[in-house]
């Protein structure tokens, strides 16, 4: 069964300092693999995905996650946090062969001034 | 990204009574929908998938007779939650699939936040 990992339930950082949030995968095939953001009582909105090529993902507001095979690991990262920044982040895997996802439970990012 | 408009955004009701929730692609045609439902610092669980024109398959654990879906045509697809009671709070989320012009990711509405007094 594909599962998706958020270790950490929340992560605290200085404005200014990059910031890594993690997440780990179960897939059986290709991973379909994804982060998104939500903020306090709205949707999510899409940040980026890997779906094949480069293992270096760039995507909206500044943040890129890392696909590690050998680590079945997806971290989003971004090089300098800022407070607009804080928010609820999601990882998600897709199953290749249906349209359902399966989300993690989120991680919640705070960025101090 | 897809535009997708989800109404309303905020409802209390009283127990018992229905309420409905809808969920509009803008831009976009959608054969399927998602609705998802989200608890309180909690992960977004897949509730049900609708397919225009057809009945939706629900997920393990949802009651169909309580969470009833319409998905009457390709922009517009509506919940509603029947007999309402104070369980049922919680924050719902639909996602409309573009179908062939899915690259991949999912666009959500803003959500709708349910509190059944």
């Known amino acids: 069964a594909q599962s998706v990992a958020q270790p950490e339930d929340q992560v605290n950082v200085a404005e200014g300092n990059p910031l890594t949030v993690k997440c780990t995968y179960s897939?059986?095939?290709?991973?379909?693999l994804f982060w998104y953001v939500q903020y306090p009582n709205r949707g999510l909105q899409f940040l980026l995905k890997?779906?094949?090529?480069?293992?270096l993902v760039k995507g909206s507001y500044g943040f890129e996650a890392e696909f590690n095979k050998s680590q079945t690991s997806f971290h989003l990262k971004k090089p300098s946090a800022l407070v607009s920044d804080s928010a609820l982040y999601f990882c998600a895997v897709r199953d290749g062969g249906t349209y359902k996802y399966i989300f993690g439970t989120g991680t919640r990012l705070k960025v101090l001034a | 990204g897809a535009v997708v408009s989800q109404h309303p955004s905020w409802v209390i009701c009283k127990s018992g009574t229905s309420v409905k929730i809808e969920c509009r692609s803008l831009?976009?045609?959608?054969?399927?929908m998602f609705w998802y439902r989200q608890f309180p610092k909690q992960s977004l669980m897949l509730m049900a998938t609708s397919n225009e024109g057809s009945k939706a398959t629900y997920e393990q654990g949802v009651e169909k007779d309580k969470f009833l879906i319409n998905h009457a045509s390709l922009t517009l697809s509506t919940l509603t939650v029947t007999s309402a009671h104070p369980e049922d709070s919680s924050f719902y989320i639909c996602?409309?699939?573009?179908?062939?012009?899915?690259?991949?990711?999912?666009?959500f509405g803003e959500g709708s936040r349910l509190t059944v007094l």
């Open positions: 897939v059986s095939g290709n991973p379909y």
């Open positions: 831009d976009f045609q959608a054969t399927t």
């Open positions: 996602s409309p699939d573009p179908g062939g012009r899915n690259t991949g990711e999912l666009f």
């Open positions: 890997y779906i094949t090529g480069d293992n």
